[in-house]
């Protein structure tokens, strides 16, 4: 939109090319050239970000990168014009990033790799199920190897009571693999449920009241935001 638009004209591609997430996705996608449209999407995530004034924006650690852009673009912005916008600080929760059930990377909606919080109790069994384990067990009493295993690190961030336990079972081949997806799949649904409560609760009518009740108030902070950057830049003729 308009503020993509003025933030793309002192953004240069250098700067884009050298961000670390774009590079990695770009490799993770095989692009040999980057569109317009790709490089230039932490920009417009910026004007994303800054058009509603946001202080805090709550991400995982892949998208550091993403923000310190931002940042930059804002003060640049502020130090070029007026200073009207707000530099986005960033908020990485506990598990700033959480491999993919496949074992790759990070999980992703796009890689199909992900539990989602709308998943039912059976979907979230069949995906842990799937999950990636230590390839070298094949039988139960096999010594496993945690510190290679995708369901031992989702067991670190659900299931923490257990896991030293588990780690112990799994090393000296005391507990099957199946039976700890088990337990793992218990662990995340007994946190999915009440969001599946609450889900269930606002489904009909009242969630989509929320909604608009927020784009509203989105608008007016998005339209006051671009009245003052276009004071600021001289162009409110507009
Ligand atoms: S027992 Fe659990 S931690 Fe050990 S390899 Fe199997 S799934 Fe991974």
Not at 50 to 72: C, M, T
Not at 188 to 196: D, F, H, T
């Amino acid at each position: 939109h308009e503020l993509t638009m003025y933030y793309s004209m002192f953004t240069s591609v250098n700067v884009l090319r050298h961000n670390p997430t774009v590079k990695s996705e770009a490799a993770q996608h095989g692009f040999k050239d980057m569109t317009y449209g790709f490089l230039g999407y932490p920009v417009s995530q910026a004007a994303d970000i800054s058009i509603f004034k946001a202080h805090l924006v709550p991400v995982g650690e892949d998208q550091i990168p993403h923000i310190e852009l931002a940042r930059k673009i804002v003060r640049r912005f502020n130090d070029l014009y007026k200073p009207v916008l707000i530099e986005p600080e960033v908020l990485v929760g506990d598990v700033p990033r959480l491999v993919g059930l496949d074992g790759r990377a990070k999980m992703s909606k796009s890689l199909n790799n992900a539990i989602f919080l709308a998943d039912t109790p059976e979907e979230v069994w069949q995906k842990i199920r799937n999950a990636v384990t230590d390839p070298a067990r094949i039988h139960k009493t096999d010594p496993g190897h945690p510190e290679v295993c995708t369901v031992y690190e989702y067991q670190r961030v659900f299931n923490p009571e257990e896991v030293q336990e588990i780690e112990n079972d799994c090393r000296q081949g005391h507990i099957g693999c199946v039976n700890c997806k088990k337990k793992l799949s218990e662990k995340i649904n007994q946190l999915l449920e009440p969001m599946r409560e609450r889900r269930e609760k606002y489904k009909n009518d009242s969630i989509r009241e929320i909604l608009m009740e927020g784009t509203k108030k989105a608008h007016r902070t998005a339209l006051d935001t671009m009245e003052e950057v276009r004071e600021a830049m001289g162009i409110n003729y507009l």
